[in-house]
């Protein structure tokens, strides 16, 4: 698997990246056996930049991973994580998260958002103790729509404080929507971002955020490459969730449309969706979530192996007439879901 590197840092990514909130029971739960398994499949086929956060699981993805990779060469992976959200002792717990946050986990502990330079440095620190490391090589700041001002006063400056110590290799921010992050690459120091969902076969919306960061020499990230499983089989079912939600009927076409046109040019469409992102040269690379060790090796063949130019040309083509940039997916951007 490819390493390159993050935009103007040291820190190096692999093309495929392991999104870490399947691992702490998103939408249902895996055990832990899974989970381990998930994970040194993807160690096997030589993805090395993980991707958790806090929120995935109240702790349980990063606990997962850093019990996965304890017995690895600390020098030999990349792990990043977030903070805006601290985990705290739920007052009332009702006995599962999952209607709350979206974990299938007891929920014994509350998020709550704290974009303050304290609060980074409480997150981080808790984080650490969870992961089992002494250090991670990037941190994001986690979904700061709400609270972007303390993001950029507050949170963001203590961050790239301990990148300018040697704490961190790199700082960003990681956010669903595209607007906001426009806002942080014009103002703020940051290495990277992280735009989930807004960068896909589907939807590309990104677009001004991806010449921004270009410009600014800011390196993107791209996570959520299925839309959140629309594109993530060979042809989506009605049932298909988009956006961590139910599927609008013109997403669902245009869908649809894409892997018709994939199957015609011998592939499939999650390949198409896999790939896409890639394209793009300030693109670092790709991160998705896998629950399943046969996920990931899906996911390693098809990041390995590019579409030919005709299939590009006509896969482009059916996308363009939707998506002008000018707003988010399909007018139902979801600023609250995992990214």
Not at 190 to 218: H, Y
Request: aromatic share 6%.
């Amino acid at each position: 698997m490819r390493a390159r590197p993050l935009g103007r840092t040291s820190v190096q990514v692999s093309t495929l990246g392991f999104g870490a909130a399947p691992i702490g029971n998103l939408h249902g739960p895996i055990d832990d056996d899974q989970a381990r398994a998930t994970l040194d499949a993807a160690w096997d086929v030589g993805v090395r930049y993980f991707d958790t956060a806090p929120h995935y699981g109240l702790g349980l993805s990063e606990r997962r991973l850093g019990d996965a990779l304890a017995h690895r060469r600390r020098t030999e992976f990349t792990v990043s994580t977030k903070v805006g959200r601290l985990l705290e002792p739920h007052p009332a717990p009702t006995g599962s998260d999952l209607a709350a946050g979206g974990f299938a986990v007891p929920d014994t502990l509350v998020r709550r958002p704290d974009y303050s330079r304290d609060g980074v440095l409480r997150s981080l620190e808790s984080s650490l103790d969870r992961l089992r490391l002494d250090h991670v090589d990037i941190v994001y700041v986690h979904d700061p729509d709400d609270h972007l001002d303390a993001a950029l006063g507050q949170a963001l400056p203590a961050l790239t404080a301990l990148r300018d110590q040697g704490v961190v290799g790199a700082v960003g921010v990681g956010m669903n929507t595209v607007a906001p992050l426009l806002r942080v690459v014009a103002e703020a120091d940051v290495d990277a971002v992280m735009v989930a969902g807004r960068w896909t076969l589907l939807d590309r919306t990104a677009r001004p955020l991806l010449d921004a960061c270009a410009e600014r020499g800011v390196a993107v990230v791209a996570a959520a490459p299925f839309n959140s499983g629309l594109l993530s089989r060979t042809y989506p079912a009605s049932d298909a969730t988009f956006d961590y939600g139910p599927v609008p009927d013109s997403a669902l076409r245009r869908a649809r449309l894409l892997a018709e046109i994939s199957a015609r040019h011998g592939t499939v469409l999650p390949h198409a969706a896999l790939r896409f992102p890639l394209r793009e040269p300030g693109v670092a690379c790709v991160v998705a979530g896998f629950r399943t060790p046969e996920e990931v090796g899906s996911a390693a063949r098809w990041a390995g192996a590019d579409l030919t130019r005709e299939a590009w040309v006509n896969l482009d083509a059916a996308a363009a007439d939707r998506f002008d940039g000018t707003s988010g997916a399909l007018g139902a951007e979801a600023a609250t879901q995992p990214n």
